[in-house]
């Protein structure tokens, strides 16, 4: 689900991926503060760098204030893992994490996997993904793993980023989805998933402003793409 924006613009990259590439020094901060965040929801002993304890240190703090003054009750989900049927009408189901070439082996054929950062199953719904880095111009992400978390018991769904870049103040960016939106999205990968390994090269600004798992061996790939 971390690609459903390329997804739904192109579909030609699934199954072309490249040789998983070496994480510049952004991701790796960005996994290792991920890692402190769960580990310390979840009361487990962390060992991520000072710099990555202090973002995520800060990460909870803003949360746990954001929970108490929105009134955010319910079971929460930290990093787990989830698939959805797109195709279908069904809610998206848990499966085990991915391996350590990110591939969800669990993930049925016609499946969108992907892993929720954080959420808050309630009477409402309440998705969050945390990024170090810049903030995403699309939320592909946030929508599949709402589509995927939603049930017709939740009243409210937010889908929102905790923002959190080094020596800045961790900000949530929280927005309501509708029910009539997250249908329109679920249409939308649904079609997507059927055009994999029929549809061609999709040529656009997606090129540049997405990171591309096959761009070395596309034809129209961002080095090509004007």
Known sequence: ??????LLACQWWVGREGPPEKPGRAAVFGTAVHAAVANGFLGLRSNESPEAEERAGAIRSALLDYFREEGWEGKLLIERSVAVLPSSRLPGRFISAPDAAHVYLDALPGELPGTVDLAVDGKDLLVLDHKTGKLPAEG???KSLAVALARPEHGRIVVGYVHAPWGKK???????????????HRWRLALALAGVGIAGPTPGEHCKALYCPARFSCPVGPDKYV
């Open 1 to 6: 689900m971390s690609r459903a924006d390329l």
């Open 140 to 142: 592909g992400q946030l």
């Open 170 to 184: 961790v900000r949530i960016h929280p927005a309501e989805a509708s029910r009539e939106e997250l249908a329109e």
